[in-house]
């Protein structure tokens, strides 16, 4: 089958193109933005790419590609959507595509949650890999213990991070609808993605539909510390359900132990404890809690805890997650995804439970579709508390102004420290002033969903320069 996909440089499309790739379908695609790294990933596998979306392409190929798949970034007056709309072409979501020629007949696990999906998912993913279970996988990011982000498998197990976003212009359910979980991990659950939720009350609904999905004899992991998710699962459970957590009443519960490593306690009884790799860059309360969430949900499976753990000695992260870019004049520099006000606060916090008393020097962009709008805006100065000094990035104009005042906002941090906030709306001031301020010993934590102009390596050349 010829399958040509619109919006393929995705992270979660272009996961999709390797997967139908791999399992032997001739595999095409088109994006508005076709570089580097995303575009040789995906002509190393021999997926051929076409920049733009000029419905001029369809004339390109020598028989019409027998369906077309759909990626949530395309909208109806997309000028190929509308051409294969009047033409009467077959066309579907990357969901749905994927949940019934890829997922149907496995036993899918799925990581559902407003933080840390890509994290957990890579975590369990490597637990089942480690243990010789052969997993299919789709990860909304770049686990470090593998090179790719997306992989067919060959075993009868399917790892999937789950996301609560809306799968395509024509099917506004979530994503994770598609994908009929046998084993659901439900991590986290608070408000996020304004552009497309009204409130907190209909990302629930979403998630009580994934519960409906879920058979009697699956399971449903869900961390017992979230009242969302404690809602959720009140309208409705019809799978076993394992709460995870640090309180010692959950099915699942941890006590830390020194280095970041933790024991596990299931029932109340010790199982295993999971020492973390001196290099792997895992760190923080929040990561203990997604090891956890990942090993009860291999539990299901078969794969015994202190196995899971063994496996997790080994887990190494994923790109962009508190990863280390550069080192120079004793200052590391570090880039993280975190974008959410929550993301923010547990990236700190685990970085500081690292580097002790040794200033952090945080660099903000917030320039997800959720801060743009300002919904988070009022929590971001609390969770910027555990920086020495915060450098911020929000344009006061052009397309990529944010539409409020990010220096009013960060205001209350220079109310209790002077110059603990600076906002910039010039990226090469914005190097300038850190790598004025940094000095050896310090930590530059980067943090974006975004490319952020390649600020990391623009801030490591000033340091080098300084030095």
Same mark, same amino acid.
């Given at each position: ?72 970034? +395309? ?25 019934? /020629? ?14 840390? !999906? ?78 497309? %939720?009204?409130?907190?009350?209909? @990302? ?17 992991? +869900? ?20 709460? %995870? ?18 024991? +596990? ?50 887990? !190494? ?7 280390? @870019? ?66 911020? %990035? ?22 209790? /420290? @002077?110059?603990?906030? !600076? ?13 004025? /301020? ?5 930590? @530059? ?6 490319? %952020?102009?390649? +600020?990391?390596? !623009? ?9």
């Amino acid at each position: 089958m010829h399958i040509h996909i619109l919006g393929i440089c995705g992270t979660f499309m272009g996961g999709i193109a390797a997967i139908a790739r791999q399992a032997g379908h001739r595999v095409t695609g088109c994006d508005a933005n076709v570089y580097p790294p995303m575009s040789t990933q995906l002509e190393a596998q021999g997926i051929e790419l076409i920049e733009g979306y000029s419905p001029d392409q369809l004339l390109q190929f020598e028989t019409m590609p027998d369906l077309f798949v759909i990626g949530n970034v +395309v909208s109806r007056g997309n000028p190929l959507m509308e051409a294969i709309l009047n033409q009467g072409l077959p066309y579907t979501s990357g969901p749905q595509w994927l949940g019934e /020629e890829v997922l149907f007949g496995r036993h899918v696990l799925a990581v559902a949650g407003t933080h840390g !999906k890509t994290t957990t998912s890579a975590m369990l993913t490597w637990i089942l890999e480690f243990n010789h279970y052969q997993p299919g996988y789709l990860i909304g990011g770049v686990p470090l213990n593998f090179t790719v982000s997306a992989h067919l498998g060959a075993g009868k197990y399917f790892v999937i991070e789950a996301d609560e976003y809306d799968t395509a212009f024509f099917d506004k359910r979530s994503k994770f609808v598609h994908y009929r979980p046998r084993t659901a991990l439900l991590n986290n659950l608070e408000f996020d993605h304004a552009d497309i %939720f009204a409130d907190l009350a209909a @990302i629930e609904t979403q998630f009580h539909h994934l519960v409906r999905t879920v058979p009697s004899e699956g399971l449903l992991v +869900v961390n017992g510390e979230e009242p969302a998710l404690e809602r959720v699962i009140a309208r409705g459970a019809w799978a076993p359900v394992e709460n %995870f957590g640090r309180d010692i009443k959950s099915e699942w519960s941890l006590i830390s132990k020194s280095g970041d490593g933790f024991a +596990v306690i299931k029932g109340g009884v010790e199982v295993a404890i999971v020492t973390w790799a001196a290099d792997s860059g895992v760190m923080g309360t929040h990561n203990q809690l997604n090891a956890l969430a990942a090993i009860a949900s291999a539990n299901h499976i078969g794969i015994a805890p202190v196995d899971a753990a063994r496996a997790l000695a080994q887990f !190494k992260n994923v790109k962009r997650r508190l990863e280390t @870019i550069g080192v120079t004049n004793h200052i590391v520099v570090y880039d993280d995804f975190a974008h959410h006000p929550t993301a923010i606060t547990t990236t700190l916090d685990g970085l500081r439970r690292r580097v002790g008393a040794a200033r952090i020097l945080a660099v903000l962009e917030p320039r997800s579709n959720t801060m743009k709008l300002g919904v988070m805006k009022a929590q971001l100065p609390n969770s910027l508390q555990e920086a020495d000094k915060v450098f911020a %990035f929000g344009a006061s104009s052009g397309k990529e102004s944010l539409g409020w005042d990010l220096h009013e906002v960060l205001s209350p941090l220079n109310a209790m /420290e @002077i110059d603990k906030a !600076k906002v910039f709306d010039e990226l090469d001031t914005l190097v300038l002033a850190i790598a004025s /301020e940094a000095k050896p010993g310090d930590h @530059i934590l980067v943090m974006s969903n975004g490319g %952020f102009g390649g +600020v990391h390596q !623009k801030i490591l050349k000033a340091l080098e320069g300084k030095k």
